[in-house]
């Protein structure tokens, strides 16, 4: 029962079953049966899926430990252990552990039962999705392309894990600003869940923020704030208002508003969005990190700059800490703070961040990637502003160079 409700979505159902399936089978089978510690991990699900992440790390750290000791390393309950336990790991931002233990449990699986099994779908999104949150997409979309062509076979169109492999591949194609086949991956995948799910199950709702930021990232506003509101309106009545869902499609809703010019809108929502990652991530979360650039540009926005910068640095140290120099978020930051910089004048210190956000993005995005070509576009302005024409020129050639590649 508690598997059912959470199947459906409704979380606080499928808890309260699970804890009652914990109480019997501690009393009759004891606390250390693999039985009674696979149950505890399936509770970790529901916290997870419920969006609260310290307590899902708990139960399933507690289950791992003892199926090891009852199982053993190998054992398919152990593997399994190891794979929820980095998923939460994963939305901790714990990247380097996560990758570790979910690497050694889609291995596990691949000894156990060769590369073409059902059983290590699962783990290959996960290691997929790690590599996503990294910054890595390449890498993300080979493994993810590889994983949904298993599933499609072995497991059916219509499948759970074809279906999350399908919105995955969609959000990674998006970001690397491959919009028409992103959109087709993410529309298959919502209709696919509305039918067999329904319209206000969460993974509908997540599609639907999906394709809401996709049709952002693409410039068509209309549909990607009709698709924003629904999922938004859905989250917060399904899910509540504390939940990772709802303040990323609350993010997203304000980031457009915040780019049509109606910062007022985006100003309630984005700030609502970061006082929840806040409380629910944490200070130094990849999501927190995310909301903290935005209220940052929409500071810049409002010509509030030194609230600006502050938030700015505050987010590009943390960011370069957690994510790495060159992870794409790091590199917008830089790309962000180098152009208020340059609305104030301050040339001297503008320039190098903008080099090594160009830099970062050519290797990281490629040439023709639209975050790419933003900051040739800012570099030209910078120098055009600073009366550097010669540095101008050289820039707009190579521009020019790229944007004849693609003809």
């Known amino acids: ?40 991990e399936s509770l970790g699900g529901v916290y997870y899926y419920q969006s609260r992440y310290r307590k899902a790390e708990q139960l399933r750290t507690k289950a791992l430990m003892g199926l090891r000791r ?3 390393e190998e054992h398919d309950s152990t593997l399994h252990a190891m794979w929820t336990l980095a998923s939460v790991y994963n939305m901790q931002g714990r990247f380097s552990e996560a990758e570790q233990l979910s690497i050694r449990a889609l291995e596990g ?15 290959m999104c996960l290691v997929a999705h790690g590599y996503y949150l990294q910054g890595r997409y390449q890498d993300a979309e080979r493994l993810t392309q590889e994983a949904l062509n298993i599933s499609r076979r072995l497991l059916g169109e219509k499948d759970y894990w074809t279906l999350t492999l399908k919105h995955l591949l969609g959000e990674i194609r998006c ?40 049709y952002y ?19 917060r009545r399904v899910l509540g208002e504390e939940h990772l869902l709802s303040l990323q499609a609350m993010h997203g809703l304000g980031v ?19 006082e929840v990652a806040r409380v629910l991530m944490g200070e130094e979360n990849w999501t927190t990190l995310s909301a903290m650039n935005t209220v940052g540009k929409l500071y810049a926005a409002q010509g509030y700059y030194p609230k600006a910068e502050e938030l700015y640095l505050e987010t590009m140290e943390a960011r370069r800490r957690k994510l790495g120099d060159d992870h794409p978020a790091t590199l917008e930051t830089k790309n962000d703070l180098a152009v208020l910089y340059e609305e ?11 080099l090594e956000a160009l830099d970062g993005r050519r290797l990281k995005l490629g040439d023709t990637h639209q975050h790419t070509l933003q900051s040739f576009q800012n570099l030209i302005g910078l120098y055009e502003a600073w009366n550097k024409l010669e540095k101008a020129e050289e820039w707009r050639a190579k521009l020019s160079q790229v944007e004849d590649s693609e003809k």
């Open 1 to 40: 029962m508690g598997f059912a409700y959470w199947s459906l979505g409704l979380y606080e159902l499928a808890e309260l079953h699970h804890k009652r399936a914990i109480e019997v089978a501690e009393a009759h089978l004891g606390p250390e049966h693999p039985t009674t510690l696979r149950w505890i």
């Open 70 to 72: 009852a199982l053993g």
């Open 109 to 123: 699986i691949r000894r156990k039962y060769g590369g073409d099994d059902k059983r290590i779908v699962d783990k």
């Open 175 to 214: 970001d690397l600003g491959h919009y028409e086949e992103a959109e087709q991956l993410l529309l298959q995948a919502l209709d696919d869940w509305s039918q067999g799910w329904s319209r206000e199950h969460p993974s509908t709702l997540s599609t639907m923020a999906a394709l809401g930021r996709l």
């Open 217 to 235: 990232n693409w410039g068509r506003n209309k549909d990607a704030e009709s698709f924003f509101v629904e999922a938004l309106e859905s989250f």
């Open 256 to 274: 457009l508003y915040l780019s049509l010019g109606r910062y007022d809108d985006a100003e309630v929502l984005l700030a609502d969005a970061l």
């Open 344 to 354: 104030q004048d301050d040339y001297d210190k503008a320039e190098p961040l903008l």
